[in-house]
């Protein structure tokens, strides 16, 4: 599903490598926790799936498509079938929940009467079928997560991908926010997940890629956060 070959990223202002020769593949319906220190490189790669940016070497796939090389006007495409989930929620804070996940929908042009049956679908399956009309402001930090996760998913995409979105939580509501991702997995979504967290990593014991200066340092199956404790 996903596929980086001698991938490097050099970011124009920096003389060190972002990404330095990362090679590995992430099958289709895998979990994965993309591990590593502060600045070694799990934004970038999640970046370069995204097409938010390109490589300055080797070669990304994602499905079929060689995504550092996909035209711009293919690029929406790859998108439509990548979900994305951050540590800020990125809700849009003048739509309420429902509209917030409707939208996703919406810009991909989806009839309406399809909008109006999935978004109370997916809504329920995060436990917010109760809350559709409210604000984004209105939501605890687990809330505003369920709907971020929502609107990922709505679209049934390929690939989700999670950049820290733990980070903002308590380890309770945290643990709410893995067992959605767990669930959303189980129905065969590949999912990659950037983060800090040693007590999920651990407790979860699901594969473990480590990046270190650019680097891949390790990948595991069933893997830990880190070996010294
Ligand atoms: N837009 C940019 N321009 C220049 N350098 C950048 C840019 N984005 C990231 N970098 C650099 O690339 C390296 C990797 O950064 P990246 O954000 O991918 O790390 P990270 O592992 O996601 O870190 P964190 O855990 O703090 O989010 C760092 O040295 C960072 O300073």
Request: proline fraction near 5%.
């Amino acid at each position: 599903m996903i596929r980086l070959e001698n991938v490097s990223k050099v970011y124009p202002t920096s003389t060190r490598p972002a990404l330095d020769d990362v090679t590995m593949g992430v099958e289709r319906g895998e979990f994965v926790f993309l591990i590593g220190p502060s600045g070694s490189g799990k934004s970038t790669l999640l970046r370069l799936l995204l097409r938010e940016d390109v490589p300055s070497g080797g070669t990304v796939w994602v499905a079929n498509w060689n995504v550092g090389r996909l035209a711009r006007r293919r690029v929406p495409r790859l998108r439509q079938r990548m979900g994305c989930v951050f540590q800020d929620f990125r809700l849009l804070p003048n739509k309420t929940v429902g509209e917030n996940v409707a939208f996703a929908l919406e810009v991909i042009g989806k009839p309406r009467h399809t909008i109006r049956t999935v978004v109370p679908e997916v809504l329920d399956m995060v436990d917010l079928g109760g809350k559709a009309d409210r604000m984004p402001s209105e939501l605890s930090g687990g809330e505003a997560q369920r709907v971020a996760i929502a609107r990922a998913f709505v679209n049934r995409p390929l690939v989700l991908l999670a950049d820290e979105p733990t980070g903002n939580l308590d380890p309770e509501t945290a643990g709410g926010i893995m067992t959605l991702l767990e669930r959303i997995n189980r129905t065969g979504t590949t999912v990659l997940m950037a983060t800090h967290d040693r007590q999920i990593v651990d407790s979860m014991r699901r594969r473990v890629v480590e990046l270190s200066s650019g680097k891949l340092a390790r990948d595991d199956d069933r893997g830990v956060y880190g070996t010294v404790r």
